[in-house]
């Protein structure tokens, strides 16, 4: 049971948007910076989103994130097959003293 | 451009110790913090815990009883010892710089434990 919650999956046609939810506490994303991930499988995870919502270089402006209390959400807008990987939400928790993920989300592009 | 890459054994024996090193070109190790995160096959990422630039440590606290990370400066190399493993710690091990993230990261190796 991971410390944050994610969907386990989501969908989406391409072209579409959509948006995949982290939910956390007042000790981890209520507090503190949270990251994004994404991993296709077979691969390292790839850093997508730092700070709740700046984008490193060379990451396009299809993916955004944000962070709203106790919450965070990734968003991909015009979906392409290439985007069809496992993402990950991480941040640190006071309370343990630890980086938290949370337990991934798959996308789907039908 | 920083890289990393990790190494070491692809089988460890239940109870005995895994070790592994990751070998950073294009930073020093000694002006970072660098983390060890694991991922079991056809799961999620774990974080082992991180060494600073000055050698403290932070250790997943399920963990922290076997782990030992640390920093071989005239290498350039960070290191992961996990004492007493079990089959549960089979997985792909990755070194990544920590900051408030996680970048970049190694390519990941795959430790099996089994006799």
């Known amino acids: 049971q991971s410390v944050l919650t994610q969907p386990p999956s989501v969908s989406a046609a391409p072209g579409q948007k959509v948006t995949i939810s982290c939910s956390g506490s007042?000790?981890?994303?209520?507090?503190?910076?949270v990251s994004w991930y994404q991993q296709v499988p077979g691969t390292a995870p790839k850093f997508l989103i730092y700070?709740?919502?700046e984008r490193p270089s060379g990451i396009p402006d299809r993916f955004s994130g944000s962070r709203s209390g106790t919450s965070a959400t990734l968003g991909i807008t015009g979906l392409q097959t290439g985007d069809e990987a496992e993402y990950y939400c991480?941040?640190?928790?006071?309370?343990?003293?630890?980086?938290?993920f949370g337990g991934g989300t798959k996308l789907t592009v039908l | 451009q920083v890289q990393l890459q990790e190494s070491g054994p692809g089988l460890v024996k239940p109870s005995e110790t895994l070790s592994l090193t990751c070998t950073v070109s294009?930073?020093?190790?000694?002006?970072?913090?660098w983390s060890w995160i694991r991922q079991p096959p056809g799961k999620g990422l774990e974080w082992i815990g991180y060494v600073s630039y000055s050698g403290n440590t932070n250790y997943n606290a399920s963990l922290k009883s076997r782990v030992t990370v640390s920093l071989d400066t005239s290498k350039n190399q960070v290191s992961l010892k996990l004492t007493s493993v079990t089959a549960a710690d089979t997985a792909v091990y990755y070194c990544?710089?920590?900051?408030?993230?996680?970048?970049?990261w190694g390519q990941g190796t795959l430790v099996t434990v089994s006799s």
């Open positions: 294009g930073a020093f190790i000694n002006s970072h913090y």
């Open positions: 700070d709740n919502s």
């Open positions: 990544a710089r920590h900051e408030a993230y996680f970048h970049p």
């Open positions: 007042s000790s981890n994303i209520g507090s503190n910076y």
């Open positions: 991480a941040t640190w928790d006071n309370s343990l003293s630890a980086v938290v």
